[in-house]
């Protein structure tokens, strides 16, 4: 394992001069903590640190910005771990292009650009970050994006795009933007089954939009056992008596979707009372029939 560890980010500064990438990695193994890196090249894929390594990559405690933070401050072709980065004013804060990038994980991070976070992969973690900035699933699968906070004032904060299957959008808080989800149409091949629930929607001016195919925006009806959907400060439905809304709220877009068990409160699945649904078999076990 090859270790990089700066005794002060605000005092390790490495300046790469608009150089394609201020730091290459090209082996196994490596770790970069606690620098700061600036002066890379603003093309759309040149940036700052870029992984193309077998494995292993962990960035922690890099902050990325300053002259020249275009460009995509990382950029990953292999699995990597991001943590704890703060990236400022790129055209991509974090970027895993291709399948090879599966498995990589972004979390505990502050990002501030154009595109947060692009996916292009499968099975990679986007969780517990402050995104301002688009984040872009365009042919990921069996990718988890969780514990947000996203937002982008003036366009869309989460776009589902091109070969984007069997997503999981969760414990997201996605705020102040122009269309808080959107699931692309796409001829080529319509983004699907993504499931979308415990989510805040909050000042969007449109909160939910599905143009895909056999999308969901909830869990089923938890008075049988179901999690819920989302949380929609627009919502006008009445309330049932247990904070789920009696009416579904419809999606926007081509697809007719709907969350038919809307919550009516933010993170209402934190104090729904949860009902267990105990099959007959073992009922009749504890009940000693």
Not at 202 to 223: C, K, L, Q, R
Request: glycine share 14%; proline share 2%.
């Amino acid at each position: 394992t090859l270790t990089i560890y700066g005794t002060d980010r605000d005092t390790v500064i490495v300046d790469g001069g608009t150089v394609s990438y201020v730091i290459d990695i090209q082996a196994s193994d490596c770790h970069i903590h606690n620098l700061t890196v600036i002066n890379g090249l603003t093309g759309s894929t040149d940036g700052f640190i870029r992984s193309v390594s077998n494995h292993g990559t962990l960035l922690a405690d890099v902050y990325i910005g300053g002259v020249g933070s275009g460009g995509s401050h990382v950029y990953a072709t292999r699995l990597i771990t991001v943590r704890r980065l703060e990236s400022v004013g790129a055209t991509r804060g974090a970027y895993m292009r291709f399948a090879t990038a599966d498995g990589s994980t972004v979390e505990d991070s502050v990002v501030s650009a154009a595109h947060s976070v692009q996916d292009g992969g499968a099975s990679i973690f986007v969780r517990n970050n402050t995104l301002d900035g688009i984040v872009v699933l365009v042919g990921a699968s069996g990718c988890v994006v969780e514990g947000n906070d996203i937002r982008l004032t003036g366009g869309t904060a989460v776009w589902f795009y091109r070969n984007s299957h069997n997503n999981i959008f969760r414990n997201n808080t996605i705020r102040d933007s122009t269309r808080g989800v959107h699931i692309s149409t796409d001829t080529a091949d319509v983004p699907s089954n993504n499931t979308i629930y415990h989510n805040n929607f909050i000042s969007n001016t449109i909160h939910a939009e599905d143009s895909g195919v056999d999308n969901v925006f909830d869990m089923g009806d938890p008075a049988t056992g179901g999690q819920g959907g989302n949380y929609y400060d627009d919502y006008a439905g009445a309330d049932r008596g247990d904070g789920i809304g009696d009416v579904p709220r419809a999606t926007a877009g081509t697809a007719g979707s709907a969350d038919n068990y809307p919550f009516m409160a933010q993170r209402g699945w934190n104090t729904y009372q949860w009902k267990r649904v105990i099959p007959m078999r073992e009922l009749n076990k504890l009940l000693g029939v």
